[in-house]
C-alpha cells in the first residue's frame, strides 16, 4: 500500500493506476461539464447574472466605467442643447419684426429666418431705419442670387448678426442690426397714441372698420398680401379696430396705413393707431373700391 503513494515501479502498475475507477469517474465528470459548458453557456449566465445583480454595489472605477460616464453626460448635454435650439427657433418664429427677433435671442443663441418672412420684416420698417440695415436694391439682387441658401440670425448683446448663407455655409453678406437701429426702429414703429383724425395725412381717407375690410376682402387673394405687408401686427394689437385709414403720401412704392383700435379700460375711453405698409399699387386699387362704397 505505501508503494502506491509514490511513483509506479512497473508499466503494469502505472496504467492499473491511470485507468482506475477514481481516475476515470473524474475524467467523465469533466467531459460532462465542459460539454454542458460548449452546449448552454450556462457559466456564462451564472456569472453574468451575478455581475448583473451586484452591478450596483460595486464601486465605479475603471476605464469603462468612465467611458460610460462620459457618454452619458454627453447624451445629457446634447438633448438639452437641441430642447435649448428648438425653443430658441420656437420663439423665433413667434417674431412680429427684426426688433421683435432681435430682443428673443440671447447672446449665442441663432435662428434660421425664410426669405418671405425677412421680406415682411423689412417691407414693415420704417424706409429711414430699412436703408440703414441694407438698400433695397442690394437686398433685391442678394435674394435673387441662386447662391444664397438661408439666412441666418444670431443674437449678441448690442442687438442681432443676420447672414446671408450660401450652401457651403460660407457669409454672402452680414447685416448688423444693433441697439441704436432697434431703438430707432421702436420709435417709428410705436402705435400713436391717439385717433385717426389727430393725423393730417389720413385726411379725407378715414373709413368704418367694416366698410374697410370688406372692400379689402373683395379684392383678388394675391392682391391682399401685397395690400397688408405684415398682417400678424394687428392680431398682436388689444382692442377691437374702429376705423382705417390711408395716407395721401406714398414713399419709395409704398404707402401707409393706419388701423385705429379702440382699447377702453375701466379707467376711460382710448385709442391708438397702429401703421402698416403697403404696396402702393395695391393700396390705391383698393382706394378707389372705397371711394366708389362712399359715392
Known amino acids: 500500500m505505501k508503494n502506491q503513494w509514490h511513483e509506479p515501479f512497473k508499466i503494469s502498475e502505472w496504467i492499473k493506476r491511470s485507468f482506475s475507477i477514481l481516475n476515470i469517474t473524474v475524467l467523465l465528470i469533466a467531459a460532462v461539464f465542459l460539454l454542458s459548458e460548449f452546449r448552454f453557456d450556462w457559466c456564462e449566465r451564472v456569472i453574468g447574472n451575478y455581475i448583473a445583480t451586484s452591478n450596483n ?3 465605479e472605477t475603471g476605464i469603462i466605467w468612465k467611458t ?3 457618454a452619458s453626460n454627453a447624451h445629457v448635454h446634447l438633448n438639452d442643447i437641441i430642447r435649448n435650439q428648438q425653443n430658441t427657433e420656437r420663439s423665433a418664429n413667434q417674431a412680429s419684426s427684426f426688433s421683435d427677433l ?3 435671442l440671447l447672446p449665442g443663441q441663432w435662428a434660421n429666418l425664410d426669405e418671405t418672412r425677412f421680406k415682411q420684416f423689412y417691407l414693415a420698417m420704417p424706409d429711414s431705419v430699412a436703408k440703414k440695415i441694407i438698400r433695397p436694391v442690394e437686398l433685391a439682387w442678394i435674394l435673387s442670387s441662386r447662391n444664397i441658401k ?3 440670425c444670431e443674437g449678441k448683446s448690442d442687438g442681432m448678426e443676420i447672414y446671408f448663407l450660401d450652401q457651403d455655409n460660407r457669409v454672402i453678406r452680414q447685416i448688423d442690426f444693433n441697439q441704436p437701429m432697434i431703438d430707432q426702429a421702436e420709435k417709428q414703429e410705436a402705435p400713436f397714441k391717439g385717433s385717426l383724425n389727430d393725423i393730417k395725412k389720413f385726411e379725407g381717407h378715414i373709413y368704418p372698420a367694416d366698410i374697410f375690410f370688406k372692400a379689402l376682402l373683395s379684392l383678388p387673394r394675391e392682391m391682399i398680401s401685397s395690400l397688408i405687408i405684415n398682417p400678424r401686427k394687428l392680431l398682436m394689437e388689444k ?3 374702429v376705423k382705417a385709414g390711408i395716407s395721401n403720401e406714398a414713399e419709395s412704392g409704398y404707402i401707409q396705413m393706419g388701423f385705429e383700435f379702440n382699447t ?3 379707467n376711460g375711453k382710448g ?3 397702429v401703421f402698416i405698409k403697403g404696396r402702393e399699387w395695391a393700396v390705391w386699387r383698393l382706394n378707389m373700391l372705397l371711394a366708389g362704397e362712399k359715392n
Do not use: L, N, W
Request: hydrophobic share 30%; net charge positive; no cysteine.
Open 150 to 152: 438661408r439666412i441666418f
Open 271 to 273: 385709442s391708438e393707431v
Open 264 to 266: 377702453a379700460t375701466s
Open 68 to 70: 460610460g460616464k462620459q
Open 57 to 59: 454595489t460595486r464601486p
Open 239 to 241: 382692442g377691437k379696430i
Open 102 to 104: 432681435a430682443k428673443r
